[in-house]
């Protein structure tokens, strides 16, 4: 398995803007994971989006997927306080393969 | 979606004891499940893999003899601390995975050895 990274480690914004943070990673994939974490928490799943897919949107947040550069966005829209969490992505290789985890992006989002 | 549980969201043990952490999945079949540790601040590092039915599979550097993991069926893993020290306390967090898709996570266990 491989482990993304993701970029930048840290984001702070004020309610209501967006936020974006990317993902690079090495290897092919058949799909890329993105999930959240509030803190002291486990890991919640936000969207898959596979390898021949481009772009998925699911609520406020939309995943862009660039195999070429071998990179994956997260946008996350009108953003609230409650979207104050770590957020990992996780390329994946399909099967039952596991799942490895950079040190992620901590979002703040003020008030 | 699917839902892993995991027990007990805290412990705090003496150093030498041992400590257990059950891992289930409460609507699915998972054959594998995988355990991770957290530090503070710091990303998930998978410790082992477990299989269903078969010895667990150890990340590298990871001590089997310290981390004792049983997946004794579809869906129940544990994962037992043995003779735990100060070291040991972190984030622990299982997973479980249905397909080769999303990977649902259990809500953590806050370990404090002292």
């Known amino acids: 398995s491989q482990q993304g990274e993701e970029d930048p480690q840290a984001l702070s914004i004020q309610e209501g803007e967006n936020a974006t943070m990317n993902c690079s990673y090495k290897t092919s994939i058949n799909n890329l994971q993105w999930y959240r974490q509030n803190s002291g928490r486990g890991l919640v799943h936000l969207i898959l989006i596979r390898s021949n897919e481009r772009e998925k949107h699911s609520g406020r947040l939309r995943v862009t997927l660039d195999t070429s550069k071998k990179s994956s966005s997260l946008l996350i829209t009108a953003s609230r306080a409650a979207d104050t969490a770590s957020y990992f992505c996780a390329p994946g290789a399909g099967g039952g393969n596991k799942l490895t985890f950079g040190t992620g992006t901590q979002l703040k989002v003020e008030l | 979606g699917a839902v892993v549980s995991q027990h007990p969201s805290r412990v705090i043990c003496k150093s030498g004891t041992s400590v257990k952490i059950e891992c289930r999945s409460l609507d699915f079949q998972a054959t594998t499940m995988f355990w991770y540790r957290q530090f503070p601040k710091q990303s998930l590092m998978l410790m082992a893999t477990s299989n269903e039915g078969s010895k667990a599979t150890y990340e590298q550097g990871v001590e089997k003899d310290k981390f004792l993991i049983n997946h004794a069926s579809l869906t129940l893993s544990t994962l037992t601390v043995t003779s735990a020290h100060p070291e040991d306390s972190s984030f622990y967090i299982c997973?479980?995975?249905?397909?080769?898709?999303?990977?649902?996570f259990g809500q953590g266990t806050r370990l404090t050895v002292v």
């Open positions: 997973s479980a995975r249905k397909t080769n898709t999303e990977a649902f």
